[in-house]
């Protein structure tokens, strides 16, 4: 089925269905705010929002930004009505061809270490677990309260 998916760059009327697919698979985060993740990354030359529109409904995204040295994957999701059909590994495959074409030696990516789910995905794709820790301090207020 994933065959009859296409995948786009991200349009404005594509937002509110966006933001629905990222909070069905659980992507959202109390310190996530996807319309101003959005508006970050659309029209911006180092970042990159795709979609998979399947007839008009997204039901897949990836955000991909780079700094010059690395690339990161940020919101690949697929609806569950669409996994297991191999949308995933596409939308992988294009961030890790965006990253390619732009010479960037290496592409990361977070993944919480409750979702299980997608850890297995991304090790089927060959991606490794990193010897590195990654910190943050929250800069902004929470966008909603933690689940």
Not at 22 to 48: K, S, Y
Not at 106 to 130: C, P, Q
């Amino acid at each position: 089925m994933s065959d009859e998916v296409a995948l786009r760059p991200f349009a404005s009327g594509d937002r509110a269905q966006l933001v629905a697919l990222w909070t069905e698979t659980g992507l959202l985060h109390p310190t996530n705010d996807p319309n101003a993740d959005i508006d970050i990354a659309v029209g911006r030359p180092h970042a990159r929002l795709l979609v998979a529109d399947a007839g008009g409904a997204i039901v897949g995204s990836v955000l991909m930004g780079e700094d010059g040295h690395r690339a990161w994957v940020y919101y690949l999701a697929v609806a569950p009505s669409h996994r297991g059909q191999g949308l995933g590994r596409r939308l992988m495959t294009e961030a890790e061809d965006w990253a390619r074409a732009r010479g960037i030696p290496k592409l990361n990516l977070m993944v919480r270490t409750s979702n299980l789910g997608a850890s297995d995905f991304y090790t089927g794709i060959d991606y490794v677990v990193s010897d590195t820790q990654t910190f943050q301090k929250v800069l902004r207020p929470l966008s909603r309260k933690p689940d």
